[in-house]
């Protein structure tokens, strides 16, 4: 096959995957949008509830504040703990999660400096029912792990039509012409230089969000795959040991063993066990962690103590660190707050790339001015 029926071939792929994918990248793209500030906008949200936290001195301990919750369902001492998150900044509340009667997911936001609760079993705002829409919405429209398998698949097509315009972006031949926009030309070569920048630009940041979206809702696959290229070994799901008759450490006892464990880091998560055979995660953040929430966690025995497994983001695997790397880039958080602002637009992307690319194919099949045949468009493109 010589270079223009390879390159014709690579156009046909680009042009019929593109339409057929087009619709549910726009969904998936603006709904990512809406996702990118998700945290400040749920943190803006949250103070408008509970009210703004004043730092007074040392935090109470975390004992302390989850035997005040509890005191709070005295009727329901038996209401397991959930979660519980640290503030990642002075003027953030401690969340402890429950299951209790009235929701298998009760949120209490404490004061950490007072023990003062805050709020609890709060009636959800329309900031929370619109995310609560959006997101399920984002990663499988809606439909369950049906839903999330069409997603991941809709990722992969679209890393693969990213590739492929890569391919045949005109700048390749000169590079002027491939970011170079015409607006006083026809509203078909306007539409066509719009497509070939807005792709170009958006094209590696495309690549990183809809691959790590594939990788995320297919990681029974995609996982086993990465730990097997990087000659990298899959860590086993720890699992704690049933001792019959004895109830699980205090958690007093087992911070104790954790933070020693990782004594450089500072206190994120604590993942409680829902079962007898699960364990204790506590997750910390490292100083050279760039995540809000931590890349590293100890894995605890709930009955013995005893550490099952580390997971230390700067002494991991190299699978590890390519799996680790997917948030980042996913969420655009890998560079600050530029970077988060850029993926704005990379959100925007496949709405620009979508209702371009189905005006070019409407004017090459259906309108009275077709457009060009392939070679012909990009060499054009390179004269001008």
């Known amino acids: 096959m010589n270079s223009k029926k390879l390159r014709d071939l690579v156009f046909t792929l680009h042009r019929y995957i593109g339409l057929g994918v087009g619709l549910i990248t726009i969904i998936v793209g603006l709904t990512g949008t809406l996702l990118v500030f998700h945290s400040e906008i749920s943190n803006f949200d949250q103070q408008r509830r509970i009210g703004t936290i004043t730092p007074q001195g040392e935090p109470l301990s975390i004992e302390v504040i989850l035997n005040t919750v509890k005191k709070?369902?005295?009727d329901q001492p038996d209401a397991p703990v959930q979660r519980i998150?640290?503030?990642s900044k002075p003027n953030e509340p401690m969340n402890v999660i429950l299951k209790t009667k009235q929701n298998e997911w009760t949120e209490n936001y404490v004061n950490p400096y007072t023990g003062k609760i805050l709020g609890n079993n709060l009636k959800p705002t329309f900031i929370q029912k619109f995310y609560d829409i959006v997101y399920p919405l984002h990663y499988e429209l809606l439909g369950g792990n049906i839903g999330n398998k069409f997603v991941g698949i809709i990722g992969l097509l679209m890393s693969f039509l990213t590739i492929t315009g890569i391919i045949l972006w005109p700048g390749w031949r000169k590079l002027i012409s491939g970011f170079k926009i015409k607006w006083n030309a026809h509203v078909k070569r306007v539409n066509f230089d719009v497509?070939?920048?807005?792709?170009?630009?958006?094209?590696v940041f495309l690549i990183f969000t809809f691959f790590t979206g594939f990788c995320w809702n297919f990681s029974d696959v995609a996982n086993p795959i990465i730990y097997t290229l990087t000659f990298s070994k899959q860590q086993?799901?720890?699992?704690?040991?049933?001792?019959?008759?004895?109830?699980p450490l205090g958690l007093k006892e087992q911070l104790k063993t954790a933070q020693a464990t990782l004594p450089a880091g500072e206190l994120r998560r604590i993942y409680y066990p829902t079962k007898p055979e699960e364990v204790l995660n506590v997750a910390f953040k490292l100083p050279q962690e760039t995540e809000d929430y931590g890349q590293s966690s100890v894995y605890l025995d709930q009955y013995s103590g005893k550490v099952l497994r580390v997971d230390n983001s700067l002494k991991q695997s190299l699978g590890d660190r390519i799996l680790n790397s997917f948030s980042p880039l996913h969420y655009g958080t890998f560079g600050g707050w530029p970077t988060r602002i850029f993926y704005l637009f990379v959100g925007l992307a496949p709405l620009i790339l979508s209702v371009t690319g189905f005006v070019m194919w409407w004017y090459r099949y259906k309108g009275k001015n077709r457009f060009p045949q392939t070679t012909e468009t990009i060499q054009l493109t390179a004269k001008n």
């Open 72 to 74: 709070t369902y005295a």
């Open 236 to 247: 086993a799901d720890p699992v704690s040991v049933v001792v019959a008759g004895k109830s």
């Open 85 to 87: 998150y640290l503030p």
């Open 195 to 203: 497509h070939k920048v807005a792709g170009v630009i958006a094209a």
